[in-house]
């Protein structure tokens, strides 16, 4: 199983950014899609996820900016992001949580990281 994220970049405050992940690979279901983040010198922390039933969550300082978006019959997940601020600098991983086999447990997969930069 493999999540492949793409979209990052440098944008300058104010501006918008589309991140996506795809995952591929063998596998029988995934149960969440989301994205986290890490600045420099900070943990990973949530920003957006979706669960297989359409149900969001967002850390607070995203709601109203950035929209997630999820297409279970692609496997994909994206995150439209708006109104970017420097603090939203940061590097930006895919995550999902997959059954590879019917009745088999729920496994944590993260994508390769995509750096976001936001100049002031």
């Known amino acids: 199983v493999q999540l492949q994220a793409s979209g990052g970049g440098l944008v300058q405050a104010g501006g918008s950014l589309r991140l996506s992940c795809a995952a591929s690979?063998?596998?029988?279901?995934?149960?969440?899609m989301g994205w986290y983040r890490q600045a420099p010198g900070k943990q990973r922390e949530l920003v957006a996820d979706?669960?297989?039933?359409?149900?969001?969550n967002y850390r607070d300082s995203a709601k109203g900016r950035f929209t997630i978006s999820r297409d279970s019959a692609k496997n994909t997940v994206d995150l439209q992001m708006s109104s970017l601020e420097p603090e939203d600098t940061a590097v930006y991983y895919c995550?999902?949580?997959?059954?590879?086999?019917?009745?088999?447990?729920?496994?944590?997969?993260w994508g390769q990281g995509t750096q976001v930069t936001v100049s002031s």
């Open positions: 995550n999902a949580r997959i059954q590879r086999y019917i009745g088999g447990s729920y496994s944590t997969y």
């Open positions: 979706v669960t297989d039933d359409g149900s969001t």
């Open positions: 690979g063998t596998f029988f279901s995934i149960y969440d």
